[in-house]
């Protein structure tokens, strides 16, 4: 089965918050990241986390991680139209080559 | 800086052609890595490279894929023969270090038909 899990579709009104989530199997993670994809474009990191942090803010992105759980959100801050895309959760591996594995992606739409 | 540099952005190809990917990497990067990203899906991680070498290809169809990155620097992505279940992106990414954050060129889409 998927190593990191997302769900797969997010609607959120403009101006709301939206709330991201993920879970993550690999206990030896040392970060987790975020990344954007908008249509025909590759992807875009927007932010990551150490895996000895429990928060990270930054603008209007705050990422939460709870190691116990394996889980790990993002929540975007006044969601604008320009947000609409597919965000990506990944974690780098603890081995030594530091293997990088994504999730599905979770489709945010925002709507006016 | 520069980005991460694929070439081509689109490919069409018939099945049993073979067709080559070409990555130009962020100057310094010293990892590299090939994902295939089908649609509606995440990126799958084909192979990753440490320098020249390979780390990690445990995911490669090696009876039809090949990767090499000469003098550390470019790498390049062959399949031969495709099949149509190849139709996908294929995504070169490359970090610092293989610890580092991995920045996304744009991706090679390839339709085989």
């Known amino acids: 089965g998927e190593d990191v899990e997302q769900s797969l579709f997010l609607s959120v009104r403009e101006g709301d918050s939206s709330v991201i989530n993920c879970t993550y199997t690999?206990?030896?993670?040392?970060?987790l990241y975020w990344y954007k994809q908008e249509p025909g474009a590759g992807l875009q990191l927007l932010t990551y986390i150490f895996s000895n942090m429990d928060m990270k803010q930054d603008q209007r992105l705050t990422v939460l991680l709870n190691k116990k759980d394996k889980h790990l959100s993002l929540r975007i801050a006044d969601t604008q139209t320009g947000d609409s895309a597919i965000y990506f959760c990944?974690?780098?591996?603890?081995?030594?080559?530091?293997?990088?594995?994504f999730g599905a992606g979770t489709q945010v739409v925002v709507t006016p | 800086e520069a980005g991460v540099a694929q070439s081509p952005r689109y490919k069409i190809i018939e099945k049993r052609q073979s067709v080559a990917f070409w990555c130009n990497p962020i100057?310094?990067?010293?990892?590299l890595y090939w994902y295939q990203q089908i649609l509606g899906q995440g990126p799958k991680l084909l192979i990753q490279f440490q320098n020249n070498g390979v780390v990690d290809d445990s995911q490669l169809p090696k009876d039809r894929f090949s990767a090499e990155r000469l003098k550390g620097v470019d790498s390049t992505l062959k399949i031969q023969p495709a099949k149509l279940e190849d139709s996908a992106v294929y995504l070169c990414a490359s970090s610092l270090a293989a610890t580092g954050e991995a920045f996304f060129g744009q991706g090679t889409r390839l339709t085989v038909v």
């Open positions: 690999d206990s030896s993670s040392t970060y």
């Open positions: 990944a974690e780098r591996g603890g081995d030594s080559w530091g293997k990088l594995q």
């Open positions: 100057s310094g990067h010293a990892t």
